[in-house]
């Protein structure tokens, strides 16, 4: 790895060394107009400062003042030049000169710049220093690439950053924007990869870098998600997978394909949080009762937490931009970015180079120029690559997630209205049986014997389950929802719905009941 500074404003206070070298020349008499004409003059069309010339300049406005005693003046600022250093500079090259190879390109007259450099006592910490009368250093920095590595180019002038980054693809980009830069008041651009104001800032980026990074990819065992985590392996990154289970869903389709594709797969419960956000979800619903953006949202967060405490380098998803329109849009795939605080560390590799670049691409982590460009709703790209990676069975996109059902949705609608409080075990009794309400009690009976047996699993305290003794058929339960005391009535209709749907029992009129009563 290199990393290549440019000096002043980066490395070095030039606005205040510019000042104290001016003072020190002002107490031999020379007027402060003077000396800032002959400074400008110095520097001539190239924008060059010439020490030499301006010596001369001098010379010619205060012919009494001896070349010696000028040359005197500059050797006692440069005695000083260490204290122009930024007081973060000294404590970042010891660290780093150990860790990647550090170069200096700087503009200047190639003598006065290189003097300057090696008065501040950093130059051991750098394995070449080079001055250049180009602002932009193309040449320069052509000269050092000279191997596949990283390249990190230190700069405060964003012109020059942006015209760089445009010609060395590989070049990671770095805008450091002192307070008292020369370029300050410009805003940042997405052209170059980062900006920071100081080299903590930069000694933190660094730090992320790895040599075999680990991407927590978003895993529901669906062809998206499939094709994500196997682009990542195809590039040597350690792909590990995470999918979720709550009340709507279960970890089934992703364990299978996970074991296909050879990955380890995490399961997180995190039902009780997702029926909140199913309840209430912040930017609404699909076409059923599915928040998808809200719970996405959620899964990101979750992947946040897990990719902080195991130091994983960025989470990844199979999103396709545009493949769903309400939760895969540009707009929503940025709010999912920003509210699950993933911003620069979520990859989707299917759409990657249609969005903008992420901290795993800027740091080369990530090779960008071989993740995908999909979009749409068509899915004939993703089922060519299926065919390429010799993926032969895959579940279809529409599966999964109760949510998306219309008909559960609806009584999912309605226990939402009658019981804003409902908990886990409400929510499993309504993927069971056929469902009456009577106000605020709903009777629930079984379809078949399997179900049977479930519904008698969540009986709960205040519920009345209902049978027949003599009698194949359903069993029956009533739940109250409300402060209804007297249920005779719902009772008696329970039972006639118990035998309306048993068919040996159907018309019959010998039939005995039995009612438990649960307190």
């Known amino acids: 790895m290199k990393i290549i500074f440019d000096f002043d404003h980066c490395l070095f206070s030039t606005k205040r060394f510019n000042l104290f070298f001016e003072k020190t020349f002002l107490k031999l008499g020379i007027k402060k107009e003077d000396f800032r004409e002959t400074f400008q003059k110095a520097k001539g069309k190239e924008k060059v400062y010439r020490f030499e010339k301006h010596l001369r300049l001098l010379q010619e406005k205060y012919p009494f003042l001896p070349r010696e005693r000028l040359i005197q003046q500059k050797e006692k600022v440069f005695k000083k030049l260490s204290q122009f250093l930024y007081p973060d500079v000294k404590d970042f090259l010891k660290k780093w000169s150990k860790k990647a190879d550090l170069f200096i390109i700087s503009f200047g007259d190639k003598k006065f710049q290189r003097e300057k450099i090696e008065s501040c006592g950093i130059s051991h910490f750098f394995k070449e220093i080079i001055v250049t009368k180009s602002k932009v250093k193309s040449r320069e920095l052509k000269g050092l690439f000279k191997k596949e590595e990283r390249i990190f180019f230190i700069e405060d002038n964003l012109a020059a950053l942006i015209f760089l980054k445009k010609k060395f693809k590989k070049l990671i980009t770095v805008r450091l924007n002192r307070k008292e830069g020369k370029y300050k008041d410009l805003p940042d651009s997405e052209e170059i990869d980062f900006s920071i104001k100081n080299l903590k800032e930069l000694d933190e980026i660094l730090e992320k870098i790895k040599e075999k990074p680990k991407a927590l990819v978003l895993f529901s065992g669906g062809l998206d998600s499939i094709l994500a985590a196997l682009f990542l392996k195809k590039q040597k990154i350690k792909v590990v997978g995470i999918t979720f289970t709550s009340y709507f869903f279960g970890p089934e389709k992703a364990k299978e394909a996970a074991k296909k594709i050879g990955i380890f797969l995490k399961i997180v419960d995190f039902s009780k949080e997702h029926l909140k956000v199913v309840k209430k979800p912040k930017y609404g619903y699909g076409k059923s009762m599915n928040p998808c953006i809200d719970?996405?949202?959620?899964?990101?967060?979750?992947?946040?937490?897990?990719?902080?405490?195991?130091?994983?380098?960025?989470?990844?998803?199979?999103?396709?931009?545009?493949?769903?329109?309400?939760?895969?849009?540009?707009?929503?795939?940025?709010?999912?970015?920003?509210?699950?605080?993933?911003?620069?560390?979520?990859?989707?590799?299917?759409?990657?180079?249609?969005?903008?670049?992420?901290?795993?691409?800027?740091?080369?982590?990530?090779?960008?120029?071989?993740?995908?460009?999909?979009?749409?709703?068509?899915?004939?790209?993703?089922?060519?690559?299926?065919?390429?990676?010799?993926?032969?069975?895959?579940?279809?996109?529409?599966?999964?997630?109760?949510?998306?059902?219309?008909?559960?949705?609806?009584?999912?609608?309605?226990?939402?209205?009658?019981?804003?409080?409902?908990?886990?075990?409400?929510?499993?009794?309504?993927?069971?049986?056929?469902?009456?309400?009577?106000?605020?009690?709903?009777?629930?009976?079984?379809?078949?014997?399997?179900?049977?047996?479930?519904?008698?699993?969540?009986?709960?305290?205040?519920?009345?389950?209902?049978?027949?003794?003599?009698?194949?058929?359903?069993?029956?339960?009533?739940?109250n929802y409300g402060k209804r005391k007297n249920l005779n009535k719902i009772i008696e209709k329970a039972k006639k719905l118990t035998q309306f749907y048993s068919r040996k029992s159907r018309g019959k009129k010998d039939i005995n009941f039995k009612a438990l009563f649960f307190t």
């Open 295 to 479: 719970c996405h949202i959620l899964m990101l967060k979750k992947a946040k937490e897990v990719m902080e405490k195991e130091n994983f380098d960025f989470v990844a998803t199979g999103e396709v931009l545009g493949e769903r329109p309400m939760s895969q849009n540009r707009e929503a795939l940025e709010i999912v970015e920003k509210e699950s605080s993933l911003k620069g560390y979520l990859l989707r590799p299917l759409s990657a180079r249609l969005l903008p670049k992420t901290i795993p691409e800027k740091l080369l982590l990530v090779d960008r120029e071989k993740l995908l460009d999909i979009k749409g709703r068509s899915r004939k790209r993703q089922i060519e690559l299926a065919k390429e990676f010799k993926i032969k069975e895959y579940p279809t996109p529409a599966g999964g997630c109760l949510l998306t059902d219309l008909e559960f949705g609806k009584r999912l609608k309605k226990l939402f209205e009658i019981f804003p409080g409902c908990q886990g075990n409400d929510i499993e009794l309504l993927k069971l049986g056929r469902h009456f309400w009577e106000g605020k009690v709903k009777i629930i009976v079984g379809r078949n014997e399997k179900e049977n047996e479930e519904i008698k699993k969540l009986i709960r305290k205040g519920d009345i389950l209902i049978e027949m003794k003599n009698y194949p058929g359903p069993t029956t339960l009533i739940r």
